[in-house]
Structures are given as structure tokens and as C-alpha cells.
T-cell receptor, first 109, second 115 residues
Framework: TQLLEQSPQFLSIQEGENLTVYCNSSSVFSSLQWYRQEPGEGPVLLVTVVTGGEVKKLKRLTFQFGDARKDSSLHITAAQPGDTGLYLCAGIGNYKLTFGKGTLLTVNP | SQTIHQWPATLVQPVGSPLSLECTVEGTSNPNLYWYRQAAGRGLQLLFYSVGIGQISSEVPQNLSASRPQDRQFILSSKKLLLSDSGFYLC??????????????FGPGTRLTVL
């Protein structure tokens, strides 16, 4: 069974701070996705990373896929209250996603 | 464009009662369909997935079952609910892009409380 460990589980920061959350596995994934989920809603895809060492930027969010394709990180610059939510990483397998337990981020104004 | 619907949005059921949650997808054909359960706002646990009508794969043994009577309809059922069945149930469909990577699109979810 492929497992994804996310850290930290909870993160509470002030508006304007930077943060990084991590997603680690002992297994190799062909690709990995990051989702963001707001309370009472379904997760929404943020990005898919495919190539080892790949870095993708979406405005203030930077995603990195490890060289060995076993780990990934999400860095947020100058966090805003609107970034608050549950951030989930998911490894892609045959028809299925394996989700981590998520990082619950709270950005306080 | 594709849309995914789930109902009901919230449900409160007594222990031992039956359950039926419905999910439908519009704007696509022959999608892969998934049922997940999420406890306490944390990670998603895959319960069932389906790659076609009548084809159901179960990931976790439990008192739940799934059916796919039509191409774009996925139903989650139980004959007798347990307290531990409480949670947030999410339906999803997936599409494969030009890189052959599946992206899953989630419905709005059903909040089930078993008392």
C-alpha cells in the first residue's frame, strides 16, 4: 500500500507570512497532485507535477516534485486569509489517487 | 462543461437504518467514478471506484455497497448504518488528459450523521 505523509498536520500563521508544507512517501509516484479543500466542499485541484525535480508556480504558490518522485512541497508566499483551507496531496496510480491526510492551514488577518 | 451533483447535501439517520446517496455527472460519457469518505475534515478514504456500468471495485471491506446502474450515475448504499459510518461522503469523476494523467473532479459532498 502506498502511503503519503503530510506535515505539518496543522498550521496557523499571520497574514503576510510565508509557509511550506510537505508531502512524503516511501513509494515512487508517476505523478502527484495538490488539492485545496474549503469546509463543506469537495477538494479542488491546484496542480499536477509529473517530472522529478519539476517546479510549478501559480501566483504565490510554488510546488516542487522531488527528484526521486517520492516527495513534494508546497510553498506559499505572503499568505492571505483566503488561503485558509485543507491542503491535500495525492499520488496517482492506476485509476486511483492515494491521498495524504492533509495540512489544515489557517491564515489569521 | 461537466458538472457533478450529489444529494442529499446533509442527512441525519438513526443507527440501523438504510442509506442511499446518489451522484450524477453531466457533460461527459463513460467517466471513471469514485466514492470517498472523509472523517473530521481530514484525508480522503477511497471506498469504491467504477470504470464502467456494473463494474464496481471495493477498496475497504465494510457494510457499504456501491452500484452504477447508468453510465453517469453512481449510488452508495447501506442496509444498516453504523455510528462509524458518519462522515463527509464525496463523489468524484475523472478525466484523462493528453499526458494520460487522471484528474479527479469532486462533487459538493454529503454530510452524513448517524445517531
Amino acid at each position: 500500500t502506498q502511503l503519503l505523509e503530510q506535515s505539518p498536520q496543522f498550521l496557523s500563521i499571520q497574514e503576510g507570512e510565508n509557509l511550506t508544507v510537505y508531502c512524503n512517501s516511501s513509494s515512487v509516484f508517476s505523478s502527484l497532485q495538490w488539492y485545496r479543500q474549503e469546509p463543506g466542499e469537495g477538494p479542488v485541484l491546484l496542480v499536477t507535477v509529473v517530472t522529478g525535480g519539476e517546479v510549478k508556480k501559480l501566483k504565490r504558490l510554488t510546488f516542487q516534485f522531488g527528484d526521486a518522485r517520492k516527495d513534494s512541497s508546497l510553498h506559499i508566499t505572503a499568505a492571505q486569509p483566503g488561503d485558509t483551507g485543507l491542503y491535500l496531496c495525492a499520488g496517482i496510480g492506476n485509476y486511483k489517487l492515494t491521498f495524504g491526510k492533509g495540512t489544515l492551514l489557517t491564515v489569521n488577518p | 462543461s461537466q458538472t457533478i451533483h450529489q444529494w442529499p447535501a446533509t442527512l441525519v439517520q438513526p443507527v440501523g437504518s438504510p442509506l442511499s446517496l446518489e451522484c450524477t455527472v453531466e457533460g461527459t460519457s463513460n467517466p471513471n467514478l469514485y466514492w470517498y469518505r472523509q472523517a473530521a475534515g481530514r484525508g480522503l478514504q477511497l471506498l469504491f471506484y467504477s470504470v464502467g456500468i456494473g463494474q464496481i471495485s471495493s477498496e475497504v471491506p465494510q457494510n457499504l455497497s456501491a452500484s452504477r446502474p447508468q453510465d453517469r450515475q453512481f449510488i452508495l448504499s447501506s442496509k444498516k448504518l453504523l455510528l462509524s459510518d458518519s462522515g463527509f461522503y464525496l463523489c468524484a469523476w475523472s478525466a484523462r488528459d493528453y499526458r494520460l494523467i487522471d484528474t479527479q473532479y469532486f462533487g459538493p459532498g454529503t454530510r452524513l450523521t448517524v445517531l
